[in-house]
Every structure is written in C-alpha cells, then in structure tokens.
T-cell receptor, first 113, second 111 residues
C-alpha cells in the first residue's frame, strides 16, 4: 500500500513568511509524528498525535510552530514568522499505534532565505 | 546533551564482509531501541528493533546486540551488500513513541 507522503518536497521561503507543510499518513495509522532533521543531525522529535489530539508537543521549539490533525488523518505543520534557523528537513511518520514502529515519509526540505 | 551517540560518522566495508555499526546512550531509562536506514532523498526506513529485556535480536542478515550495563548497542550486517550503503541511525525511547536519534553513520559497502 501507499506509504507516508509529504508535500511539498521542497519549500523555499523568505524570512518572516508563514509556511504550511502537509503529511498524509498510511491509511489506518492512528498515530502521527513530526520530526525535524538539521544538517548532520538525526531526526529530532517535535510532536505526536494520537487521533486528532496532540498527545505530546514537547518537542516544538517555540510558539511559532503549530501542528493540527483535524480529522485524525492528514496533518499540517505550520510555522509562523520563519527564521533562517528553521531551515531543515521536516519528517512525518505514522504508526498503527504508539507502541508500533514508525514509518517515515520522504520529508519536506524547508529553506528560509 | 546528546543522549544517543554514534561516534563513527562513516564506515567502509568490503562486500561480503561484516559491517558493525555502534551506538551508545546515556539514559538508563531507555527501554526500546531501533535502527533505521536512510537513503538520499528518502525518509528513514525501519530496520530492526530490540527491547531492553533482550540482549539480541536477529532478522536475516541483520542482528542487533544490546549491552545494558555498557549502555551500548550495535548493528551487525553480514554479509554486507552494496545495496546496504546508506546512513544508519540508531534511536532509543523511554516508553514507545518519542524516539531519540543519534547523528547517523554513513556505511559504504565496496563491491
């Protein structure tokens, strides 16, 4: 079946702009995660959804970052007033439940100029 | 503070030989460990996992060893194949969902 998909694959934006990154999880997966991977680093946890609710948003770096999953499927990561330090690959993952292996999408490469 | 460390940024191995990738962690509360493989322009792909109640888990050519006293785990790939060339990340969690990743080791298998 289809894996986790993320759009866009690449996003270039100017400092101060607002961006939205979309994630389509594997069908039937109730858990969804966002990670951020900076150059030379491993993925860093941002937020975990179980169904529609954010069960753990402790990894969001500040209040410019927000994520939603209104119908328990597709999720959108929103970044306000982007900064150059936000440049990274944003990865989405999903799993059948919190105790199951996470399947990652290909990521969205965000570049803030 | 890096809780999961992969101290070797790169490793080259001849095809057919064993590849050993290492990972150290600092948090003794971690109870679940995983290895992911990542090709360029793709997301990480789950490879193998191990819970803290075990010291070894094997899946085909891949074996993960866990040494809790040393807070160390390793991934053995034998025999190594050119298609195994990728970046390998180890990850750990306390509980089941918040994975803490290492910085990765780039494996190159030479034909």
């Amino acid at each position: 079946g289809a894996g986790v998909s993320q759009t866009p694959s690449n996003k270039v934006t100017e400092k101060g702009k607002y961006v939205e990154l979309r994630c389509d999880p594997i069908s039937g997966h109730t858990a969804l995660y966002w990670y951020r991977q900076s150059l030379g680093q491993g993925p860093e946890f941002l937020i975990y959804f179980q169904g529609t609710g954010a069960a753990d948003d402790s990894g969001l770096p500040n209040d410019r970052f927000f994520a939603v999953r209104p119908e328990g499927s597709v999720s959108t990561l929103k970044i306000q007033r982007t900064e150059r330090g936000d440049s990274a690959v944003y990865l989405c993952a999903s799993s059948r439940g919190a105790g199951n292996e996470q399947y990652f999408g290909p990521g969205t490469r965000l570049t803030v100029t | 503070d890096q809780q999961v460390k992969q101290n070797s940024p790169s490793l080259s191995v001849q095809e057919g030989r064993i590849s050993i990738l290492n990972c150290d962690y600092t948090n003794s509360m971690f109870d679940y460990f995983l290895w992911y493989k990542k090709y360029p322009a793709e997301g990480p792909t789950f490879l193998i996992s191990i819970s803290s109640i075990k010291d070894k888990n094997e899946d085909g050519r891949f074996t993960v060893f866990l040494n809790k006293s040393a807070k160390h785990l390793s991934l053995h790939i034998v025999p190594s194949q050119p298609g195994d060339s990728a970046v390998y990340f180890c990850a750990a969690s306390r509980g089941t969902y918040k994975y803490i990743f290492g910085t990765g080791t780039r494996l190159k298998v030479l034909a």
